[in-house]
């Protein structure tokens, strides 16, 4: 529920345009700020899940972002939707972390943990595909209104089945960090907020600027609090190790690529090729489909058959792949010059996902498990938020030179679907060159990690796993 919201009202967002009078511009801080809630406060939820009980913390995680989603589909004007967009962030934040600290608590055998991942990797990577499809669903069949409405009897039947069905952790002493959480969602959110108003108003705006110049002086901040913090939200010691931090930065580009392709291919869908809500939706099924089997066959066979650096590397060499694929995209393709890039990157995503966090999670010191575990979704929030701005400015400044050379004699609708295959075109390369670098980091930097044993040769396998200890 709380990775598929991050992308269920991409389908919407022409109708809640429409709606609720965003501007084209405004329109990406529906997305943005729940991402930007979410994962700016992530390590906070995490942290007080260690301290005060993970069911606890999951619990009501989801019960904010259950009313979140009802006063969203409420809203009546941009201010409100946007403000409930960041509450459910808020509640996400808090539900998310504690959500795979009890996985891992659940699950201690390393074979276990191996294929309880994969899943968790299959729902966190499918439900962004699944909610195009559910999104188009309830935008065609209801109104975008729905696409909040899902949400609250979901959450009623969680708030319900959890405390039974959940173990509860003790909680441990210890203090929040909120100038951390603070400093960092701030910052992030200056950097983003710089790079979308540099899409409408230009670089050289004092506004952009003043933006970038708060954002770089909060994360500055961010990082000298850290560094000082009794207990701090992010223990840069987690950095110290070279694959950990490299499996965190893989992440973030990595996102930073995918979520543009779902934010730009919807519209493409919408606007160029005229499909209604549902039929948008549905064209993701391919994605969707390719994603799940390929994280399942990964997390059973492939992982420990060629291990999780070459398994990456292929992966993501099929994902960059697929996004470049899509540059080849024009005003009179169909959808048959989408599928093929569909199925490609979904098949490189599948097999990408499970080693990339399982690296990120190998080697973690049992105090450092829940911000560990945190920084995981960190990343991918953070690195979707961060992507769709940098492509949005991209998109932005390519539509505007695309409008200055186009030739006399145009239609109005001729002369939209010109700009905007030419300006998703640019965006499109923005994002090979994303998860081009993702390839480069993976490759060159990261070292072979161990994959974990086919047979168990000790009783290790009955060891409890670094999140147990630390919640024990």
């Known amino acids: ?19 609720l009078g965003f501007s084209t511009s405004g329109l990406s801080w529906v997305v943005n700020a729940y991402t930007l809630t979410f994962g700016g406060l992530l390590l906070l939820g995490a942290r007080a899940g260690d301290l005060l009980g993970r069911r606890r913390v999951f619990l009501a995680g989801i019960a904010l972002f259950t009313l979140a989603s009802l006063a969203g589909g409420f809203a009546q004007n941009p201010g409100e939707l946007l403000a409930a967009r960041a509450i459910q962030g808020i509640g996400g934040a808090l539900a998310s972390p504690s959500a795979l600290a009890l996985l891992m608590t659940m699950f201690t055998g390393s074979r276990e943990r191996t294929r309880a991942i994969g899943y968790y990797t299959a729902v966190s990577i499918g439900g962004s595909a699944l909610g195009l499809i559910a999104g188009g669903m309830l935008s065609e069949w209801a109104s975008w ?19 039974p069905t959940l173990p509860e952790t003790q909680r441990s002493t210890g203090k ?5 959480a ?8 200056a950097l983003v907020y710089g790079f979308v108003h540099a899409a409408s108003d230009g670089w050289g705006d004092a506004e952009t600027i003043g933006s970038f110049a708060v954002g770089a002086l909060l994360l500055a901040a961010f990082i000298f609090t850290e560094l000082r913090a009794e207990a701090p939200i992010t223990p840069l010691r987690l950095f110290a190790d070279r694959n950990r931090s490299s499996s965190y930065v893989a992440r973030l580009l990595l996102v930073a690529g995918m979520m543009g392709m779902f934010f730009f291919l919807t519209q493409f869908l919408r606007g160029v090729l005229g499909y209604s809500d549902l039929k948008t ?3 993701f099924v391919p994605l969707t489909a390719v994603v799940f089997v390929a994280s399942q066959v990964s997390a059973r066979w492939l992982v420990e058959l060629v291990g999780p650096k070459p398994l990456m590397i292929v992966g ?4 960059t792949l697929g996004m470049l694929w899509l540059t080849q995209l024009g005003e009179h393709s169909g959808y048959g010059s989408l599928v093929g890039p569909l199925l490609v990157f979904g098949l490189g995503n599948g097999l990408a996902f499970v080693p990339l966090t ?6 973690v010191a049992p105090q ?10 960190v990343m991918q929030q953070v690195g979707g938020s961060l992507g769709l701005a940098v492509l949005v400015t991209v998109f932005g400044a390519a539509s505007k030179a695309e409008q200055r050379d186009l030739p006399a004699g145009l239609s109005p609708a001729e002369a939209a679907r010109r700009v905007y295959t030419h300006a998703a075109d640019r965006s499109f390369w923005m994002a090979t060159a994303f998860l081009t670098a993702t390839w480069l980091l993976v490759t060159f930097v990261m070292r072979s990690p161990k994959a974990p044993p086919a047979t168990p040769v000790t009783t290790d396998e009955q060891q409890p796993a670094p999140a147990l200890v630390a919640a024990e």
Request: hydrophobic letters at 60%; charged letters at 10%; zero cysteines.
């Open 1 to 19: 529920m709380v990775v598929l919201d991050a992308t269920i009202v991409n389908i919407a967002l022409q109708d809640i345009k429409g709606d």
């Open 145 to 163: 209104r729905w696409v909040f409405f899902v949400n609250v009897p979901i959450g009623a039947v969680l708030l319900v089945l959890a405390r």
């Open 176 to 180: 929040f960090d909120l100038a951390g």
């Open 182 to 189: 603070l400093t960092s969602t701030l910052g992030m959110t």
């Open 281 to 283: 939706g549905f064209a």
């Open 316 to 319: 993501i060499t099929f994902s």
């Open 358 to 363: 399982s690296a990120a999670l190998e080697g």
């Open 368 to 377: 450092d498990a829940g911000a560990a575990s945190g920084l995981v979704n």
